[in-house]
């Protein structure tokens, strides 16, 4: 037996120690496992059956289940009920200014151009594909309306949209919420913050001028995308981390095939780009793509 098998491994059958097969059973832990890849792309393997478990024994709990057998029957014809299950077995950790070379890289060859194709009447489209709680687009908006007031504020009176979407709903309303402890932004230039934040007691929140800039949305990126126009940006990091090889081929290819001539595409530090989509994207930096034509 392997060492990450035997970690999960406990007597008679139980693959949570002190928890017994009767309650949650390997079993139960394959039809989670099947569910969350056949509606997410998610895959969790056996080293994930404690945390199923630890996820899902709250909800089994709460809607006065004893076994995740039983629970798991009721999935199959109560459909809120698995994409709350589904929603809580996603992985939302993220922060402000994650993998900060990404928003130099906007800053110094993205923005300039949408500054100035907003300030000619031209439509600003932006995508975080998979945002969280919100962390990762508040902080390309803020990078985008600059450090200075006035300037930014007239970015913010033209045609900019960002699209926010997740799988989970609790990140969603996080994400449109807006307020994050006062710590979560040390990593974001304070000029940044002190310009389009406010403080409130012991929290930061999102100032108006980015909040009237971005639309959010329940979304699961494997199904189908309720927009037709395309986008300049899109960030879509650390979300395909989590799928298979095939999985992550096919959303790839959507989304280059999402952004406009010129669009640029951000991926998280660890994911790659392959398949169909290489003919359709380069790379221009470290994770980062561009789709030829339009702006150079
Ligand atoms: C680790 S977070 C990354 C957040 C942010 N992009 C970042 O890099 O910090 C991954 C997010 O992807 C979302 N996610 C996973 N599978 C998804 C799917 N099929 N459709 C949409 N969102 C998904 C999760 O709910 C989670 O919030």
Not at 53 to 82: I, K
Request: hydrophobic share 40%.
């Amino acid at each position: 037996m392997s060492e990450a098998a035997s970690a999960i491994a406990a007597p008679h059958g139980a693959i949570v120690p002190g928890v017994s097969p009767q309650l949650y059973s390997r079993n139960d832990f394959e039809r989670i496992s099947r569910m969350v890849h056949e509606e997410a792309g998610i895959v969790l393997n056996d080293r994930k059956a404690m945390l199923a478990y630890s996820r899902l024994a709250p909800l089994v709990r709460d809607n006065a289940f004893t076994r995740f057998s039983d629970y798991l029957d009721r999935l199959t014809n109560d459909t809120a009920l698995r994409t709350r299950t589904i929603a809580a077995l996603t992985t939302n950790h993220t922060y402000f200014n994650r993998e900060p070379h990404h928003y130099e890289h906007f800053e110094t060859h993205v923005r300039p151009a949408l500054v100035a194709q907003a300030a000619a009447g031209h439509p600003v489209r932006l995508w975080s594909a998979g945002c969280s709680s919100g962390e990762e687009v508040w902080t390309l908006m803020m990078v985008l309306l600059g450090a200075d007031r006035h300037k930014g504020a007239e970015v913010s009176r033209q045609n900019v949209v960002a699209l926010a979407s997740d799988l989970a709903d609790h990140a969603v309303s996080a994400a449109q919420t807006g307020r994050y402890p006062l710590d979560a932004m040390d990593a974001v230039p304070e000029a940044l913050c002190k310009l389009w934040c406010t403080r409130e007691s012991d929290t930061l929140s999102i100032g108006s001028e980015l909040r009237k800039l971005v639309r959010f949305r329940q979304l699961n990126l494997l199904r189908a995308w309720p927009f037709e126009g395309q986008f300049d940006v899109i960030f879509c990091r650390n979300v395909m981390i989590y799928f298979d090889d095939p999985t992550k081929e096919r959303l790839v290819l959507r989304l280059a095939q999402q952004l406009r001539p010129g669009g640029f595409l951000y991926i998280g530090h660890s994911e790659r780009v392959s398949g169909e989509a290489s003919a359709l994207i380069r790379c221009v930096g470290p994770t980062v793509y561009q789709k030829p034509g339009g702006r150079s």
